[in-house]
């Protein structure tokens, strides 16, 4: 996970258009937020106004407000709420625009490297698109290619995003969200090296075998820093499984639940993005991961401390619970702060301790499911000054969200307990660590 620069994130010609892009859009943000605050306007006023302005700005900085969004106690939840709306997705490239792109990428010979490739995007997103293509053995391909200049949009825009969450703390001062936009800097820097996520795949391919779940065969030969080239994998989506039987929308939780902790708590890694969009499902019952921008690689301590925490909250031991706060990276850890963490704990940990068939809301709206615990997080945490969130507690965090709504979606009824049980019923830290060092060196990320 090297932090070595990149040529194109200093452009000084795309950055300096970047700024004065993005700069205009955040100012009209600021402008938003003061003047509906000087006019009386209620949070959820400055909110809607807030995220109308940077919706304006599209590209990465919508993409991290996103991302931030997600993220627990970062931003005032009125201002969570307006950010998960946005849509981080940017027009297409044009036909003329995506063949000086992949001349770029593979050489002036590059369309005879392919049976066929369609100009036309099959997605688009913030940072890049996916084009369909044919090799020359016949099999479907999916290929990636970055947008031109994204490093350097991603280094304006987390500038941008730190003046943004500079209002929401001298607005309300419960959270100091230094160490958690240092770790999205850093992941979002990992996600625009497409070399990195080439080599994710083949771990997480390595990781899953025996599961089943299918990740695409990446095609090294037909990839560069900032074109990925794969298999294309067929499949429905998510949200088309919620009409199915309880039995098979249980079986797709069931199998969505090992796919992201096998990995965890086997080697320490995860999928950052548990985004309802990075899975779909054959017709056969198999489950496709197909992104991995966002891959976390944890220290083998920190997954202990995710074991211990769970141990702790089954057995009542508040020193357990306190020493997992502190293996995690929380400082300053008074009886006051433990047992308001705890309270976030208990919320995520519910079903993991809870040994019985249930859902994951267990009776609650999901419209309201977990609202209660940040409320209540919100107002302790006001009276205990700002809490400085560890970096490597981020993502965990949003991950074990992200795949909670997805259950939500389901509306799965399992024993999640059981399930964790099993996935940890041989854990050791040393173990543990041995095979991720000897995983990430397979795949080349060690």
Same mark, same amino acid.
């Given at each position: 996970?090297?932090?070595?620069?990149?040529?194109?994130?200093? @452009? #000084?010609?795309?950055?300096?258009?970047?700024?004065?892009?993005?700069? %205009?859009?955040?100012?009209?943000? %600021? +402008?938003?937020?003061?003047?509906?605050?000087?006019?009386?306007?209620?949070?959820?006023?400055?909110?809607?106004?807030?995220?109308?302005?940077?919706?304006?700005?599209? =590209?990465? #900085?919508?993409?991290?407000?996103?991302?931030?969004?997600?993220?627990?106690?970062?931003?005032?939840?009125?201002?969570?709420?307006?950010?998960?709306?946005?849509?981080?997705?940017?027009? *297409?490239?044009?036909?003329?625009?995506?063949?000086?792109?992949?001349?770029?990428?593979?050489?002036?010979?590059?369309?005879?490297?392919?049976?066929?490739?369609?100009?036309?995007?099959? $997605?688009? /997103?913030?940072?890049?698109?996916?084009?369909?293509?044919?090799?020359?053995?016949?099999? /479907?391909?999916?290929?990636?290619?970055?947008?031109?200049?994204?490093?350097?949009?991603?280094?304006?825009?987390?500038?941008?995003?730190?003046?943004?969450?500079?209002?929401?703390?001298?607005?309300?001062?419960?959270?100091?969200?230094?160490?958690?936009? &240092?770790?999205?800097?850093? @992941?979002?820097?990992?996600? #625009?090296?497409?070399? @990195?996520?080439?080599?994710?795949?083949?771990?997480?391919?390595?990781?899953?075998?025996?599961?089943? /779940?299918?990740?695409?065969?990446?095609?090294?030969?037909?990839?560069?820093?900032?074109?990925?080239?794969?298999?294309?994998?067929?499949?429905?989506?998510?949200? %088309?499984?919620?009409?199915?039987?309880?039995?098979?929308?249980?079986?797709?939780?069931?199998?969505?639940?090992?796919?992201?902790?096998?990995?965890?708590?086997?080697?320490?890694?995860? $999928?950052?993005? *548990?985004?309802? =969009?990075?899975?779909?499902?054959?017709?056969?019952? !198999?489950?496709?991961?197909?992104?991995?921008?966002?891959?976390?690689?944890?220290?083998?301590?920190?997954?202990?401390?995710?074991?211990?925490?769970?141990?702790?909250?089954?057995?009542?031991?508040?020193?357990?619970?306190? $020493?997992?706060?502190?293996?995690? =990276?929380?400082?300053?850890?008074?009886? &006051?702060?433990? &047992?308001?963490?705890?309270?976030?704990?208990?919320?995520?940990?519910?079903?993991?301790?809870?040994?019985?068939? @249930?859902?994951? +809301?267990?009776?609650?709206? *999901?419209?309201?499911?977990?609202?209660?615990?940040?409320?209540?997080?919100?107002?302790?945490?006001?009276?205990?000054?700002?809490?400085?969130?560890?970096?490597?507690?981020?993502?965990?965090?949003?991950?074990?969200?992200?795949?909670?709504?997805?259950?939500? $979606?389901?509306?799965?009824?399992?024993?999640? %307990?059981?399930?964790?049980?099993?996935?940890?019923?041989?854990?050791?830290?040393?173990?543990?660590?041995?095979?991720?060092?000897?995983?990430?060196?397979? !795949?080349?990320?060690?």
């Amino acid at each position: 996970m090297s932090d070595e620069r990149d040529p194109e994130r200093d @452009r #000084l010609s795309a950055r300096i258009g970047r700024v004065a892009s993005v700069g %205009a859009h955040m100012g009209g943000a %600021a +402008a938003a937020f003061a003047a509906t605050r000087l006019s009386g306007g209620d949070e959820a006023q400055i909110a809607r106004a807030v995220k109308e302005a940077l919706g304006r700005s599209k =590209g990465p #900085l919508m993409k991290v407000a996103q991302l931030v969004s997600t993220l627990p106690d970062v931003l005032p939840e009125s201002y969570a709420q307006e950010f998960r709306k946005l849509q981080a997705h940017a027009p *297409p490239m044009g036909r003329p625009f995506v063949e000086r792109r992949m001349r770029a990428e593979l050489g002036a010979d590059w369309k005879g490297k392919f049976q066929s490739f369609d100009l036309d995007a099959a $997605h688009a /997103a913030s940072l890049g698109q996916v084009h369909r293509a044919v090799a020359h053995d016949g099999r /479907a391909l999916a290929c990636k290619l970055q947008y031109p200049d994204m490093a350097s949009a991603v280094e304006t825009d987390i500038g941008q995003l730190r003046t943004l969450l500079g209002l929401f703390q001298r607005m309300d001062n419960t959270i100091d969200s230094s160490e958690a936009i &240092e770790e999205v800097t850093a @992941r979002l820097r990992e996600e #625009l090296d497409y070399a @990195r996520e080439l080599k994710a795949m083949k771990l997480f391919a390595a990781m899953l075998a025996g599961k089943a /779940a299918r990740t695409p065969d990446p095609i090294e030969e037909l990839s560069t820093k900032r074109l990925l080239t794969m298999t294309w994998l067929d499949g429905k989506g998510l949200l %088309a499984q919620v009409d199915g039987s309880q039995e098979m929308r249980n079986r797709i939780a069931a199998l969505l639940f090992e796919v992201w902790w096998t990995p965890m708590t086997r080697f320490g890694v995860i $999928h950052g993005d *548990p985004h309802l =969009g990075n899975y779909s499902f054959t017709d056969e019952g !198999a489950l496709n991961l197909i992104d991995f921008g966002c891959v976390r690689i944890f220290p083998a301590s920190f997954v202990e401390g995710v074991v211990l925490l769970q141990r702790s909250l089954k057995n009542d031991d508040p020193d357990g619970v306190a $020493h997992a706060f502190e293996i995690w =990276g929380f400082k300053n850890l008074s009886n &006051e702060l433990i &047992e308001t963490l705890t309270i976030w704990a208990r919320f995520i940990y519910a079903p993991l301790i809870d040994d019985r068939v @249930r859902s994951i +809301a267990d009776g609650v709206k *999901p419209s309201e499911y977990g609202r209660r615990e940040v409320g209540q997080v919100r107002k302790r945490l006001k009276t205990l000054g700002p809490v400085l969130v560890p970096r490597e507690f981020v993502f965990m965090d949003r991950a074990a969200l992200g795949l909670g709504a997805a259950f939500l $979606h389901l509306n799965a009824q399992l024993n999640f %307990a059981r399930l964790f049980e099993d996935s940890i019923a041989d854990f050791s830290t040393a173990a543990l660590a041995a095979r991720q060092q000897d995983a990430l060196g397979a !795949a080349g990320l060690a």
